[in-house]
């Protein structure tokens, strides 16, 4: 299983990837394999500010729905809309063409806050 070290991460399982002073936001590979395939991915919240922590969507896989939780403060202004006809991108390709959301940000200091990728494999046990 890989984790860029790039990226940091949340003991939601999201990743985020800041990205010319916005953040690329997805889910991680140890969330899609717990997860198995993923059917469908929902981000209703275009435009909303949406405050660390709170729920600004979700994805459903076969077994079941997960909310998705915004690992950082901002304003959602862009989805994957490949994600519509394809879904399952966030199995082949969590970390990049599996993105979910594109987020402006209101408070750049909450990503050094965020996981190591160090830390979330602590976390997670691998």
């Known amino acids: 299983m890989i984790f860029p ?7 939601d399982h999201e990743w985020v990837q800041l ?9 991680t590979a140890f969330a899609q394999a717990e997860l198995g395939d993923i059917v469908f991915v929902d981000i209703p919240l275009m435009d909303a500010e949406i ?3 709170d729920v600004f969507g979700s994805v459903e896989a076969v077994k079941t729905v997960s ?9 959602i202004v ?3 809309t490949d994600l519509d006809q394809d ?6 390709d969590p970390y990049q063409a ?8 209101s408070d750049p ?11 979330y494999q602590t976390l997670i046990g691998k």
């Open 5 to 11: 070290s790039e990226l940091r991460y949340t003991a």
């Open 19 to 27: 990205k010319d002073g916005q953040a690329l936001i997805g889910i």
């Open 51 to 53: 405050s660390q922590h």
């Open 67 to 75: 909310d998705l939780f915004m690992p950082i403060t901002g304003r």
């Open 78 to 80: 862009a989805v994957n």
């Open 87 to 92: 879904p399952g991108l966030v199995n082949s």
């Open 98 to 105: 599996g993105w979910l959301a594109l987020v402006s940000l």
């Open 109 to 119: 200091a909450e990503f050094e806050k965020l996981l190591s990728a160090e830390q």
